[in-house]
């Protein structure tokens, strides 16, 4: 009786095993970065050859562009994206998942996911900026290019395509700066999917205050 119940408890426990991997097998494989300060900022450490190759995005696809760009980090090697779009990212195909709050609580989730080396993809929307003659409805203002010497500013606003749907970018960095106790957004920088990269240099937007979109899906975590 009691070899019998042996054999059935192996036969239990190596059951168990080959779905824990078989499940294993199924999510997506990540790691943590590194926060490592890059003249000035503190930048999640990852392939900056790899991101450039997925480039800047098609139309309409910034949200799958930012969920390629954090599996890209993650899993240290180029995403596709392949079964991470249907009219739309499919968050939970590359392994992230929604987290809703007010902006005080997102921006601490936003924060310690990046203490913890996890990209973050946030949503924005437009907020007007005073003194612009033309595009007055911007997501950001200045975009940071990479360069031997450090980062250079450019001011070149990307323009949410819509009022309706907003603008999607993926959070690898913020101000070394930044106050734990009293964040917001304009602490964080962005791979934004409409210009990670410019005439073939890494950039990087820093976020305008007051566009994290809190009403509408605010953040994707990696889970």
């Known amino acids: 009786m009691q070899h019998c119940s042996?054999?059935?408890?192996?036969?239990f426990a190596a059951a168990v095993l080959a779905l824990v991997l078989l499940f294993a097998s199924a999510a997506p494989c990540a790691h943590a970065a590194s926060l490592e300060e890059t003249h000035g900022?503190?930048?999640?450490?990852?392939?900056?050859?790899?991101?450039?190759?997925?480039?800047?995005?098609t139309s309409g696809k910034c949200s799958w562009f930012a969920l390629r760009y954090a599996r890209t980090i993650l899993d240290g090697k180029i995403s596709s994206g392949s079964g991470m779009w249907s009219n739309g990212a499919v968050w939970s195909a590359g392994g992230y998942y929604g987290y809703s709050g007010s902006r005080a609580e997102c921006l601490q989730t936003l924060y310690n996911q990046l203490c913890a080396g996890n990209p973050v993809i946030?949503?924005?929307?437009?907020?007007?900026?005073?003194g612009v003659s033309r595009h007055t409805?911007?997501?950001?203002?200045?975009?940071?290019?990479?360069t031997g010497s450090g980062w250079q500013q450019v001011n070149y606003p990307h323009i949410a395509t819509s009022?309706?749907?907003?603008?999607?970018?993926?959070?690898?960095g913020m101000d070394p700066a930044a106050d734990p106790q009293n964040l917001k957004e304009?602490?964080?920088?962005?791979l934004d999917p409409a210009r990670v990269t410019a005439n073939g240099r890494l950039a990087v937007t820093r976020l305008l205050d007051n566009t994290l979109w809190t009403e509408n899906s605010p953040l994707k975590i990696a889970g």
């Open 163 to 172: 009022s309706t749907y907003g603008h999607w970018v993926c959070v690898v």
């Open 41 to 57: 900022i503190r930048l999640l450490s990852f392939d900056h050859s790899q991101i450039l190759s997925i480039g800047n995005q």
């Open 137 to 146: 409805n911007r997501t950001s203002t200045y975009e940071y290019h990479l």
């Open 186 to 190: 304009s602490d964080f920088y962005a």
């Open 122 to 130: 946030v949503h924005l929307k437009n907020t007007t900026v005073s």
């Open 6 to 11: 042996a054999r059935a408890a192996q036969r």
